[in-house]
């Protein structure tokens, strides 16, 4: 399946330019923050509604955007239930080719707007202004932050904390 998604995907990148690229991931994001994914999916793969249907709705949904020509490709393929997934792998996938691989930061509750600066300015300054940050709530964090890129972290989190004292008590 994720080969499946990264051929759309893939095709769909090189047939954008630059400008175009931005605009339509913006799409993308919001026509996945919009609504809810499942419920796309399920949608599209309900066979009790036809193929026509199921076009224009996909149509609308995508309004006057570029992505207009992939859910056609996917209406010739009769693969409209890949719509959601694919979406989201675009995305992923022109942050990978543009180098604009997300920084994730993990705290236990939603950061403070002083938390957040100081992270983007570490963020920024560390790794490229161009960096875009995902924040994710873990509420079994008991405090602290985690902030991963690539292959990297960084875990200052009381839990790596308490968990650093017990190995040292065990030894």
Do not use: C
Not at 12 to 21: C, G, S
Not at 63 to 90: D, Q, W
Request: charged share 30%.
């Amino acid at each position: 399946m994720s080969r499946l998604l990264e051929v759309y995907s893939k095709g769909f990148f090189d047939t954008l330019t630059k400008e175009d690229l931005e605009r339509e991931v913006g799409v993308a994001k919001q026509l996945i923050t919009n609504n809810h994914q499942k419920d796309l999916k399920n949608f599209f793969k309900n066979k009790t509604i036809r193929k026509e249907e199921k076009l224009t709705f996909a149509q609308n949904l995508v309004g006057e955007s570029k992505l207009k020509a992939l859910v056609n490709t996917l209406n010739t393929n009769n693969r409209y239930e890949l719509i959601p997934e694919i979406f989201n792998h675009f995305i992923k996938y022109t942050s990978k080719r543009q180098n604009k691989i997300p920084v994730k930061v993990t705290t236990n509750k939603e950061p403070s707007d002083e938390i957040k600066t100081q992270v983007k300015n570490f963020i920024f300054s560390s790794i490229g202004p161009e960096t875009p940050i995902q924040y994710e709530v873990k509420k079994s964090l008991i405090g602290g932050i985690i902030i991963k890129h690539k292959d990297n972290e960084i875990d200052l989190s009381i839990d790596n904390k308490l968990n650093g004292l017990r190995e040292a008590l065990i030894n």
